[in-house]
């Protein structure tokens, strides 16, 4: 492979944008990056292109705030557009969203080779959008890099061997770009001098999955828990502004510190500086453990599940009491982060390695 299209379209996808495109272009690989415009927000978006060097994209398809059905035919359609104009060799996913479904989609049925980066992933939850999403994307990808053993054997459970496709164990790219960025994030970021909180213990909490979010019930469980732990340990949470539309609209009340959403630097430091993580989001269960910080998640179930088998995470599930019991746990738990459970920085590289020797 000579040309990669790369689909972007959220968060944590910009993360691995960032340390993945910085090896296609150490190996002399091109690579036309999309972005479907899924997270627009600038706190979602423009920041992590400015802070991370992401080149600018060639395309940018600005989808959003539609409905889970309207926002993947969209995106599909244009970005069929969009390889049929550039014809690349492969096209590059990342993780579960929309933006990962449609490009996937989008660049099978046009008989281009689908590059599924975050593979075998599972929470056995086919409630979440983002279940859906990955197993998809994954039975129509020809290239599956898992950065984990336990994404290879759910894989091998469901019959992958008879595929015809190619499974790869590389690690983590998003470990990749913690480590690359953390000195830079140390050097440009002023947040925790902003918010007067170095040196003071914190939880640092993000609330974001639409099962906690489109349920009153549990969204208000949850903002519950974190206002009864902020009264023992400050709470402070960068919540997604979907997140706080709903907390306003169903008159939920926090009494912790809520701010912006964040830049991946700010984030960075956010996480460095924290004493316990509690959190709905995947990329953020594994940013935890990088930064070497125990992890409360808000959910019943985990994708990342050697985290939990390591006594790094918690599933506390969305309940007031469950939250609150994982919180008193976690706070006080030791833990060895010095086991190597993402590849060590490496990820990206077996990525870059691997598309530049491929043939079909």
Avoid at 90 to 109: I, P
Avoid at 167 to 184: C, E, L, R, S, T
Wanted: hydrophobic fraction near 40%.
């Amino acid at each position: 492979m000579n040309k990669i299209l790369t689909v972007v379209g959220a968060r944590p996808q910009f993360i691995k944008a960032a340390a993945v495109g910085r090896k296609l272009r150490e190996f002399g690989l091109e690579e036309v990056l999309v972005h479907t415009g899924q997270h627009f927000d600038k706190n979602m978006s423009e920041v992590f292109f400015n802070e991370m060097e992401i080149p600018k994209p060639n395309y940018n398809l600005d989808i959003h705030s539609l409905t889970h059905g309207a926002m993947t035919g969209r995106m599909m359609e244009h970005l069929e557009t969009v390889m049929l104009k550039e014809r690349p060799d492969g096209v590059m996913v990342f993780g579960d969203t929309n933006s990962t479904l449609a490009g996937a989609l989008a660049a099978r049925k046009l008989h281009i080779p689908v590059i599924h980066v975050e593979a075998g992933l599972r929470s056995f939850n086919m409630d979440m959008p983002e279940e859906i999403n990955r197993i998809l994307t994954d039975r129509i990808s020809n290239l599956l890099f898992c950065p984990t053993d336990a994404a290879i054997e759910n894989l091998q459970k469901e019959g992958y061997a008879n595929f015809g496709n190619t499974i790869i164990k590389n690690g983590d790219v998003m470990q990749d770009a913690a480590i690359y960025y953390a000195q830079k994030a140390a050097e440009k970021s002023t947040i925790i001098s902003e918010l007067e909180l170095a040196g003071k213990p914190f939880v640092l909490a993000t609330v974001h999955r639409q099962e906690n979010t489109d349920n009153p019930v549990l969204l208000r469980s949850i903002f519950n828990a974190l206002n009864k732990i902020n009264k023992e340990t400050p709470v402070v949470a960068p919540l997604h502004p979907r997140t706080l539309g709903i907390s306003k609209k169903e008159g939920i009340v926090a009494e912790f510190k809520v701010i912006e959403p964040v830049g991946y630097f700010d984030m960075v430091e956010l996480l460095k500086a924290c004493s316990l993580v509690m959190t709905d989001s995947g990329g953020v269960q594994k940013e935890a453990f990088f930064f070497h910080k125990n992890c409360v998640t808000l959910r019943e179930q985990t994708e990342w599940v050697e985290l939990v088998e390591g006594g790094y995470n918690m599933l506390s599930g969305s309940h007031d009491e469950t939250i609150i019991a994982a919180y008193q746990v976690m706070m006080t738990r030791k833990n060895d982060f010095s086991k190597n459970l993402y590849g060590a920085g490496k990820a990206s590289e077996v990525v870059a390695k691997a598309l530049l020797n491929w043939s079909r």
